[in-house]
């Protein structure tokens, strides 16, 4: 499972989370936390890359 401390942990060391990172980590635990329980993580990750792309276009 994916926890905070493991979101930090893919960055490099001099740099924390940016409030916006903490804030949407928080709302999909909140928020989504059944449906990421009922999915793997590959999907998990793929479902967040696509609504990144979807937004990044």
């Not at 916006?20 to 635990?29: F, V």
């Not at 936390?33 to 979807?54: F, G, H, K, P, Y």
């Amino acid at each position: 499972m994916m926890t905070e401390k493991s979101i930090r942990d893919t960055r490099s060391d001099d740099v924390s989370p940016s409030a916006e990172s903490q804030q949407l980590a928080i709302s999909l635990k909140f928020h989504y936390a059944e449906t990421l329980r009922s999915m793997t993580l590959q999907e998990t990750l793929q479902t967040i890359a696509e609504v990144w792309d979807n937004c990044n276009r």
